[in-house]
């Protein structure tokens, strides 16, 4: 697929995903949202970038973070993510901001603009990582920190059988290289090629508690990145996915609900 029919598939796909997004996934990204917030060690009065920033829910607590006195500016390609995003803002009270439907890949900020630049869980989506990489640089001011996270290894995540289950029914390429980065050390030199220096990363494990079954659903199909694709689906051709998906995670069902396995990776470099 060409990267600006993959960047669209991506914009829609998740103005599809919005409504359901929070609900599906708000308790089970936190551990990997807390980690990287950590890492990324946000201090009164700074400039943050925020890149994928989804519905909002790292960038409320970059802005809290920051108070009195930070800017923190959120990009996402979607419309409907950042309308939720500049909603969740109006509630943090100290701070500028600035809510961008804008490419990660095209960032249009200037040159040595902010003092630290984040992305949880976006670069996997990214056509091309290193151009989001390189103009996460490009942005950030001389020494410059980022912090970013992303899902590791195919094998260690357990709900990675949606992407083939959906693409049999329809060919979609949505993530066709989602777990790219994720392998290996494969993250670290690609931060390396973008100009990025005093890279560290980590890998941590982790466990994704889904309610029910309708819940474990909605995650995987509804609200998650294979959104546009799954609105294609008659009802027929949803049931049969559906029914595909829970057999594929039945090793994980823990009472009335599941308790996924997930892995990811978190970095931290500097601009030179």
């Not at 990997?32 to 607590?61: I, K, M």
């Not at 009472?255 to 892995?263: A, K, L, M, N, R």
Request: with cysteine; proline share 5%.
């Amino acid at each position: 697929m060409k990267p600006e029919l993959q960047t669209r598939v991506q914009r829609y796909g998740w103005d599809k995903a919005a409504p359901y997004y929070e609900e599906s996934w708000k308790d089970q990204l936190k551990p990997a949202q807390d980690r990287v917030l950590e890492l990324a060690d946000l201090q009164p009065g700074e400039s943050v970038l925020e890149t994928a920033c989804g519905t909002g829910l790292v960038t409320e607590r970059i802005a809290g973070a920051i108070a009195p006195d930070g800017l923190v500016i959120a990009t996402d390609l979607s419309e409907e993510m950042t309308r939720k995003t500049a909603d969740r803002l109006q509630n943090v009270n100290g701070i500028d901001r600035s809510v961008l439907r804008a490419d990660a890949e095209a960032l249009p900020l200037d040159d040595h603009s902010v003092d630290v630049a984040i992305c949880a869980l976006g670069i996997m989506y990214y056509p091309d990582p290193l151009k989001g990489l390189k103009e996460m640089q490009r942005v950030l001011k001389p020494a410059g920190r980022a912090a970013v996270t992303i899902w590791g290894e195919r094998s260690n995540c357990g709900w990675a059988e949606i992407f083939p289950i959906v693409e049999k029914r329809v060919a979609s390429d949505v993530c066709p290289m989602f777990f790219q980065q994720g392998t290996g050390n494969t993250l670290e030199m690609t931060m390396k090629r973008a100009g990025f220096t005093e890279i560290h990363t980590e890998r941590r494990k982790a466990e994704l508690h889904f309610r029910d079954e309708e819940t474990v659903v909605m995650a995987a199909f509804a609200g998650g990145p294979v959104a546009l694709a799954y609105r294609k689906f008659d009802e027929e051709t949803k049931m049969g996915a559906h029914e595909e998906y829970l057999e594929s995670i039945a090793s994980y069902r823990n009472g009335s609900g599941y308790t996924i396995p997930g892995e990811f990776v978190y970095a931290t470099a500097r601009k030179r």
